[in-house]
């Protein structure tokens, strides 16, 4: 399983990014895609999840209204689109998958994942 996180880079508050993770090397049916961050000297965060096969999604309440995950099934693709950025959003994000189907509150604990990508940084700028 191979995890691919790409589109991070560096924007001034109040601008937007893409971030794209490509999943290659399973079926992703039933299965869960999250977004998550780390800024230095902090805790991982949850951002945001999409259950694969339903669409369900859920946020973290520091980015809900701000950042919209989606999916695109035929290419295993997940986006966050990041609007209204914050210097506070500065962090690496990773995107990860839950083999396990639960309910969506599940996934806001990255215990709960099995697989990570390698991180993208994202960095604001004031």
């Known amino acids: 399983v191979q995890l691919q996180a790409s589109g991070g880079g560096l924007v001034q508050a109040g601008g937007s990014l893409r971030l794209s993770c490509a999943a290659s090397?399973?079926?992703?049916?039933?299965?869960?895609m999250g977004w998550f961050r780390q800024a230095p000297g902090k805790e991982r965060e949850f951002v945001a999840n999409?259950?694969?096969?339903?669409?369900?999604?859920g946020y973290g309440d520091s980015v809900k209204g701000r950042f919209t995950i989606s999916r695109e099934r035929a290419k295993n693709l997940v986006y966050l689109q990041m609007d209204s950025l914050r210097p506070e959003d500065t962090a690496v994000y990773y995107c990860?998958?839950?083999?396990?189907?639960?309910?969506?509150?599940?996934?806001?604990?990255?215990?709960?994942?099995?697989?990570w990508g390698q991180g993208t940084q994202v960095t604001v700028s004031s």
């Open positions: 999409i259950r694969w096969n339903d669409g369900s999604i």
């Open positions: 090397g399973l079926t992703l049916n039933n299965y869960n």
């Open positions: 990860a998958i839950s083999r396990r189907y639960a309910g969506m509150g599940y996934y806001t604990d990255q215990s709960r994942y099995d697989h």
